[in-house]
């Protein structure tokens, strides 16, 4: 998909608007899991999670090839939406976002913020990634998908920066919401001959990727009603999925509880906030930490964005419901 001189140049254009985001081994963290654990902090970024970096290397791209663009429009649940809101602030380009109803209130406002036209449509991603494909056709629009090559060769700075910072490292847990993520580090390993082992991580709630990774071909799920929304995917991206199978060990699903879980242990041993998407892969360490006793780790935050309520309420002792 990528070369690693390709990769440079996305580093060197992602280091213009951010600085590395920082790799940290928490003794608590390592007291409560049993392994010699690092945590990759993708909510130190401009917006809070790591999708950023893949909207910072599509929108440069999409301007210079194509400066005369009238406006790029894509779906999300809020990280990728944030993340192309900010880029087209850096680069001139207006962004129409489609998110689902009932969709994160911070999230939405913040996508506002970065200068977003926001438009609610469809009961879920996958219905409002529909409608935002729809006003591409009808207004002219550039249709952003969450899933292509610059995106994934902007993500794949953080694993670039993750295993240069740090040696040896046996397994990396990453939650997989469309793939991006987990795609860049299976990549990454690669180029540089690592053998690291990678694991995906999904929601019980939204099965999809994993349901689909055992089955060798893409199967969808009736619901991905999980609050944690950066994993709320019905439909897997069949290059996302073909990239999964042949780099990912595994595919670990996750309960809803095992996140809000997951999600005071960070709190408690970091201070820093994870949205559920963003603890999903320190959940899944949980699940396998007999597997992983003694070896070093590294869990992915992708994300930090999560409404005051629902945090309120795993702060709380609880686990947010969707109704």
Not at 72 to 87: E, F, M
Not at 159 to 176: G, H, N, Q, S
Not at 187 to 208: F, H, N, Q
Request: net charge negative; with cysteine.
């Amino acid at each position: 998909m990528f070369s690693l001189s390709e990769l440079e140049a996305a580093e060197a254009l992602v280091r213009r608007f951010m600085p590395a985001t920082p790799q940290y081994a928490w003794p608590l963290l390592a007291e409560a899991t049993g392994a010699e654990l690092v945590v990759k902090h993708e909510n130190h970024t401009p917006t809070g999670a790591f999708k950023v970096r893949g909207g910072l290397v599509y929108m440069e791209r999409l301007k210079r090839e194509r400066p005369e663009v009238s406006g790029v429009v894509s779906a999300t649940r809020g990280n990728h939406g944030q993340s192309l809101a900010y880029a087209g602030r850096q680069f001139g380009v207006p962004v129409t976002i489609v998110v689902p109803e009932g969709n994160s209130v911070e999230k939405n406002a913040a996508m506002r913020a970065l200068g977003a036209d926001l438009v609610v449509h469809g009961v879920d991603f996958d219905a409002a990634k529909a409608h935002a494909a729809e006003i591409a056709e009808a207004r002219g629009f550039e249709f952003a998908p969450s899933f292509a090559v610059d995106l994934v060769k902007g993500v794949a700075t953080y694993p670039f920066e993750l295993f240069r910072a740090v040696a040896d490292i046996d397994t990396v847990y990453v939650p997989i919401g469309l793939g991006s993520g987990i795609c860049a580090t299976i990549m990454v390993r690669d180029l540089l001959g690592m053998s690291t082992e990678i694991v995906g991580v999904v929601s019980e709630k939204a099965p999809a990727y994993a349901d689909s990774f055992a089955a060798g071909r893409v199967i969808g799920s009736d619901s991905a009603a999980t609050f944690a929304d950066g994993m709320a995917v019905r439909v897997p991206d069949p290059q996302a999925l073909e990239i999964i199978r042949r780099g990912a060990a595994r595919v670990v699903r996750v309960g809803e509880d095992d996140v809000a879980e997951a999600m005071r242990l960070v709190y408690r041993a970091t201070h820093s906030v994870a949205e559920g998407a963003g603890a999903a892969a320190l959940a899944a360490l949980g699940k396998e930490r007999e597997r992983q006793r003694g070896r070093r780790i590294a869990v992915v935050l992708t994300g930090q964005n999560i409404d005051a309520p629902w945090f309120a309420t795993v702060l709380a002792g609880g686990t947010p419901s969707l109704g």
